[in-house]
């Protein structure tokens, strides 16, 4: 009897993606080149390979998810696969993952301990060559410094590569309004200089604030002040 392997469109995976990803909702003043190489790669459809470096909270993961929907804007088919949940699932369900026109692949560098994956990696890319599906993938750690198996790295390490950095110190203010504003999220600008005084100055957990904020500001009913933002975030 031969085996009919079943196309991965009817499966049912424990990977959610976010739909609020966008190109247009991520702010990204200090990598513009990145957001206009793989916009020109979507809208010409020409063939990509990209690798995208970056650490946890560089908001490398957002882009990643961005991509896939900003395929299914023009659509097309692509998938998001978080390496963190599925290294612990057996690798070849994702053997005939290049029937879609996407498939971004998040924190790759997971797999360095996993020939397995490995392995199924490198013939995955093999076969979207041929079947024209690109492939993005997420990394935190250079290509170059894992320990993969020797045609996996060679096969990585000449795709292109695009590095995010974390939003600088300088420009959290600039970030933390551009969000707000995309999110429209109502608040007195000094609250965002208030978070800014107490808070750790990272983009992430400015971020996260801004988002419980917002929540706490619906459910009561009231503007976000700084009295409102002294009461929630005491609370």
């Not at 797999?111 to 599906?133: A, D, G, R, Y």
């Not at 999220?185 to 208030?194: K, N, P």
């Not at 005084?197 to 503007?223: I, T, V, W």
């Amino acid at each position: 009897m031969n085996f009919i392997p079943m196309n991965p469109k009817q499966l049912i995976f424990p990977f959610a993606i976010d739909q609020y990803p966008r190109f247009d909702n991520f702010y990204h003043s200090h990598i513009q080149q990145l957001i206009y190489s793989l916009l020109r790669s979507l809208q010409e459809s020409t063939e990509s390979e990209f690798v995208i470096t970056g650490t946890e909270r560089s908001g490398k993961s957002f882009l990643l998810q961005a991509i896939c929907n900003e395929y299914k804007l023009i659509d097309k088919q692509a998938f998001y696969l978080p390496m963190k949940v599925a290294i612990n699932m057996e690798p070849d369900f994702i053997e005939n993952f290049d029937i879609y026109d996407a498939l971004c692949i998040d924190d790759v560098h997971l797999v360095h301990n996993h020939p397995k994956w490995q392995e199924m990696i490198f013939h995955l890319i093999n076969q979207s060559k041929e079947n024209k599906c690109n492939l993005y993938f997420g990394t935190e750690e250079s290509i170059l410094e894992l320990d993969f198996l020797p045609d996996l790295s060679s096969r990585l390490s000449r795709m292109q590569s695009l590095h995010i950095l974390s939003v600088p110190d300088n420009k959290l203010k600039e970030a933390l309004t551009f969000c707000a504003a995309k999110l429209e999220i109502s608040l007195d600008h000094e609250v965002i200089d208030y978070l800014l005084k107490r808070e750790k100055r990272e983009f992430q957990h400015l971020f996260s604030l801004l988002k419980h904020l917002d929540q706490a500001s619906a459910q009561q009913k009231r503007k976000i002040t700084i009295p409102f933002a002294k009461q929630i975030l005491l609370s």
